[in-house]
């Protein structure tokens, strides 16, 4: 393949340079927004329903959110399937069976109608779920306990109980377009997965408890014909409702649109990898601008995308809370002239104007009281506002300013990604730990955050958890740790009780493998 040094440009680097050229910050935006009408329009077929964001694409295509989930496409690729119990969702079951169903909501750039998460992964846990929920049943049925615990839930009588659950389906649900080799290969693997989620500890009781229809998947794409006349009430439906809605347009070109005042090209799945498009831009920035941003045009849309994520984060800094600079590469042209709609534009140029208003994001964040622990995890960003914590961990790699009465009730261990550092939280795991038995010694509420408060902040509590608690959850200073054996099984176990409460959590296979390797070296740091 020829080189452009001679002033020839290469296939690969001519299509590299439109495809950068197309993928611009303004045409993702205008993408978003006009995909984020039809999910509008599908949530108000079904207005009871709570709509859900498969992290982190579908975030951005709708400004209102009941609830965040994450299953991800690699779990359903061909040959690839997994059922992991790290990433159980369980939440979003009892979410449905309280509110009769729900609609999960992603996209994907790749040229399908539906992303793999959507077409498998999501299929797969339906089932799975569905047959743990009954093999609970059938065993409670057995013991003569359901008919205590649930009389309200069923009928007094057990052979009703036995005819519901006759009926319960636990028939793997994939789309038309799954060949059906792969859904016999799938099959295969279904009963190994349940095992593995009754194995894990998993509160299948609370679900079976909420749910009183088996799960179900359909799929909605903007190739889907809904005629609004007919739309079916979902509680008529003999199972509960997984709506899975696909937001974009499943083209696999660039199509060219025009507006009243601006000519700009569609993106399918534009929502997807923000790092590489978005400029530290989220979705909450950009819903809580989105006229400006779209009337902006795309000669003005990368500064006003810098005005926002500057003001919020000098807002931030204001607050006392984490807010580094947001820094853009240049983007170049294979050909050498610059693409003038991805140059770096200087951040918040009138950032000292009087009618300057600051505003926080407000980004979707929660913290996470992990049970009776006294353990909570959080981000670093929010750090700062937690009024009710005694002592704080923070495992972001940048300090962050924390007004504690006790100096000492604060520790910061910089910790990075296993991508960066494959031994970063197994070198510093001893002191949090230590840390960690101090402060709960004497009873005090503990927060441990990170950047993102779903990984490494997850894993550093998921330790602590193994440590210094029973398998029940209370603190017992590392007594029962000293006697087990950790093994893989058992830290699922802990990872599930955690991830019950941290429902946003994200712990990265990298990261667990040194938290085991910490676990299987030893006891816990002595104090």
């Not at 309280?98 to 750039?109: F, L, Y």
Request: charged fraction near 20%.
């Amino acid at each position: 393949m020829e080189d452009y040094r001679d002033g020839k440009l290469s296939i690969y680097r001519a299509a590299r340079s439109i495809k950068r050229r197309d993928n611009t910050v303004y045409n993702a935006l205008q993408s978003i927004h006009e995909d984020s009408i039809f999910v509008g329009e599908i949530s108000q077929l079904w207005p009871d329903l709570p709509l859900i964001a498969n992290l982190r694409c579908g975030l951005w295509y709708s400004p209102k959110f009941h609830s965040t989930c994450y299953f991800k496409s690699t779990d359903g690729h061909t040959n690839n399937w997994s059922f992991n119990t790290s990433r159980l969702n369980l939440h979003v079951a009892l979410l449905s069976g309280q509110k009769g169903g729900c609609i999960i909501v992603d996209s994907t750039r790749k040229g399908k109608r539906f992303p793999d998460s959507m077409s498998k992964t999501i299929p797969i846990w339906t089932c799975v779920l569905n047959r743990a929920i009954l093999n609970y049943r059938n065993k409670m049925l057995d013991s003569g306990l359901l008919m205590n615990r649930e009389v309200a839930d069923y009928s007094n009588c057990a052979e009703d109980v036995k005819l519901k659950n006759h009926i319960w389906d636990c028939s793997l649900h994939l789309p038309l377009w799954v060949p059906d080799t792969e859904k016999a290969a799938i099959e295969e693997r279904i009963e190994k997965w349940t095992n593995q989620l009754e194995a894990s500890g998993a509160d299948i009781a609370s679900i079976s408890s909420c749910l009183k229809k088996p799960l179900r998947p359909l799929w909605i794409s903007q190739k889907t014909v809904i005629w609004l006349n007919e739309v079916p009430d979902h509680n008529q439906w003999d199972f509960t409702p997984i709506i899975l809605v696909s937001a974009s347009s499943s083209s696999d070109v660039f199509r060219n649109k025009t507006t009243s005042e601006f000519s700009w090209n569609y993106i399918p799945g534009a929502g997807d990898d923000e790092e590489s498009w978005a400029r530290g831009l989220t979705p909450t920035h950009f819903w809580s601008h989105v006229h400006d941003l779209i009337s902006s045009g795309p000669d003005l849309c990368n500064q006003k995308v810098a005005d926002i994520v500057e003001k919020d984060r000098v807002y931030r800094a204001h607050r006392g809370e984490y807010a580094p600079q947001v820094t853009v590469k240049n983007l170049k042209m294979a050909d050498g002239v610059a693409d003038v709609s991805n140059v770096e534009l200087p951040l918040a140029s009138n950032m000292h104007s009087d009618d300057t208003t600051l505003q926080p994001s407000n980004d979707y964040f929660t913290t996470f009281w992990i049970g009776s622990t006294n353990l909570v995890v959080g981000t670093t960003k929010h750090a700062a506002l937690m009024s009710n914590v005694d002592c704080i961990l923070n495992c972001d790699k940048e300090p962050v300013s924390i007004n504690l009465p006790d100096s000492e009730a604060h520790l910061h261990l910089p910790m990075v990604s296993s991508k960066l550092d494959r031994f970063s939280l197994f070198n510093n795991l001893p002191a949090a730990v230590n840390f960690a038995k101090l402060n709960l010694r004497k009873a005090h509420r503990l927060l441990v955050c990170c950047r993102s408060g779903e990984d490494i902040s997850v894993c550093i509590c998921l330790a602590i958890l193994t440590s210094l608690f029973d398998d029940k959850g209370t603190f017992d200073d590392g007594r029962s740790f000293s006697k087990t054996c950790i093994t893989k099984l058992e830290m699922r176990r802990r990872l599930v009780f955690v991830c019950k409460f941290a429902i946003t959590a994200r712990p990265s296979r990298g990261n667990l493998k040194q938290v085991f390797g910490f676990l299987t070296g030893g006891s816990a740091a002595s104090a």
